[in-house]
């Protein structure tokens, strides 16, 4: 199993409207450096979804519920989609602040590439976000 982390603007799409769906259609990925990331994508990976804009946190986790497949609304093979369905919401505490400041997070493409829109999170960084949100949960 893998785990990634997909950006998406919560005005366009957010978390909550994935909850809504149950299950949805992650599209509309254009960078050929995000793209390459995504034929990574297998069924049963995990994802972080972030929220860009003004929340700029890790919002929610989701299940890649389908392997990658070419984009059925679009007439470029190259551009690829996949399903994921929601496991749980987030605080929403885990900012890019709070991941910035912290050293560990040093190598996480987050840090490094902040405009990338998907992208493979290493086992480490997941686990020490999941602490972090954790952490911020009232008890």
Same mark, same amino acid.
């Given at each position: 199993? *893998?785990?990634?982390?997909?950006?998406?603007?919560?005005? *366009?799409?957010? #978390?909550?409207?994935?909850? *809504?769906?149950?299950?949805?259609?992650?599209?509309? %990925?254009? +960078? +050929?450096?995000?793209?390459?990331?995504?034929?990574? %994508?297998?069924?049963? $990976? &995990?994802?972080?979804?972030?929220?860009?804009? @003004?929340? =700029?946190?890790?919002?929610?986790?989701?299940?890649?519920?389908? $392997?990658?497949?070419?984009?059925? &609304?679009?007439? +470029?093979?190259? !551009?690829?989609? #996949?399903? /994921?369905?929601?496991?749980?919401? !987030?605080?929403?505490?885990?900012?890019?602040? &709070?991941? @910035?400041?912290?050293?560990?997070?040093? $190598?996480?493409? !987050?840090?490094?590439?902040?405009?990338?829109?998907?992208?493979?999170?290493?086992? @480490? #960084?997941?686990? =020490?976000? /999941?602490?972090? $949100?954790? *952490?911020?949960?009232?008890?």
């Amino acid at each position: 199993m *893998a785990y990634w982390l997909l950006k998406t603007e919560p005005d *366009a799409y957010s #978390f909550e409207d994935l909850i *809504a769906e149950g299950e949805g259609v992650w599209d509309g %990925v254009t +960078n +050929n450096w995000a793209l390459t990331f995504m034929r990574r %994508v297998k069924k049963g $990976d &995990q994802a972080l979804i972030y929220h860009t804009g @003004k929340e =700029k946190c890790i919002a929610g986790l989701a299940e890649i519920t389908t $392997d990658p497949y070419p984009d059925p &609304q679009k007439d +470029n093979p190259s !551009l690829i989609v #996949f399903r /994921l369905a929601a496991v749980r919401k !987030l605080s929403g505490k885990v900012t890019l602040r &709070q991941i @910035k400041q912290d050293p560990f997070f040093a $190598d996480l493409l !987050l840090v490094r590439h902040t405009r990338l829109s998907v992208m493979p999170v290493e086992k @480490k #960084f997941w686990q =020490k976000i /999941l602490i972090l $949100d954790a *952490a911020s949960q009232p008890m």
